[in-house]
């Protein structure tokens, strides 16, 4: 199963339209979904605090910054599905 990691952080009302975009996804295989709070790290901050949301799949790592819609969404785990 893909994962999908969704770097966000507490009061980030553009995470919460991100979160609730994927949360609402149909693809064809289901995938999982984590949340990670870059307040908990000052290297996840550096990294992603200007541009959260994010959303990472693994194992690949490839990245998909704010403003992204479902259909990019659903294009990254299909991208995630041929790589396996």
């Not at 770097?7 to 984590?34: G, R, S, W």
């Not at 550096?46 to 998909?64: F, N």
């Amino acid at each position: 199963m893909i994962t999908l990691f969704l770097y966000t952080t507490e009061c980030c009302h553009l995470c919460e339209q991100a979160l609730d975009m994927l949360v609402n996804l149909k693809p064809a295989e289901p995938f999982a979904l984590e949340l990670i709070d870059i307040a908990e790290s000052d290297q996840l901050i550096d990294q992603y605090g200007e541009r959260i949301p994010v959303v990472q799949v693994a194992p690949d790592g490839h990245e998909l910054g704010w403003p992204f819609d479902a259909g990019q969404a659903l294009a990254l785990l299909e991208r995630a599905k041929e790589a396996l």
